[in-house]
């Protein structure tokens, strides 16, 4: 089995940055792919970024939400286990509860829904 921690959230002003850490463990051999969600109140969960694993390697290809893209970057440490989100120019609709989770590829990280293994998640709160 494999788990997810993230780390890293907290009240940022408008315009700020912010970075996320995502802590793999577990049978992390299994996992191909980790992606980034968030949830805001009220609002289902959406997938925004995620990467590849490629081996004992950081290299992964990277992919982002249109309401991310451009101002956010996911990287990983393979040393560390550890996948992080760096976000600038924040604004207050990017306030919600940021998870991650894994999976085989990015199709399987699309899918992941209400019944599968969340984490506890980091709050991101934007405002000024």
């Given amino acids: 089995q ?3 921690v993230e780390s890293g959230g907290g009240s940022v002003q408008p315009g700020g940055p912010l970075t996320l850490s995502c802590v793999v463990s577990g ?8 992606g980034w969600y968030r949830q805001a109140p009220g609002k289902q969960r ?7 694993i490629e081996g004992r390697t950081n290299y992964g290809r990277t992919s982002y939400a249109a309401s991310v893209k451009g101002r956010s970057t996911i990287w990983r440490d393979n040393l ?13 609709e990017d306030t919600a509860v940021y ?3 894994g999976g085989k590829d990015l199709p ?4 992941r829904g209400a019944s599968d293994y969340w984490g506890q998640g980091t709050q991101v709160t934007v405002s000024s």
């Fill in 99 to 101: 998870y991650c989770n």
């Fill in 80 to 92: 560390k286990d550890t996948v992080y989100l760096h976000i600038n120019s924040l604004k207050p």
């Fill in 27 to 34: 049978t992390v051999f299994s996992v191909y792919a980790v």
């Fill in 2 to 4: 494999v788990q997810f």
């Fill in 108 to 111: 399987q990280l699309e899918a």
């Fill in 46 to 52: 959406e997938l925004i970024a995620a990467i590849t």
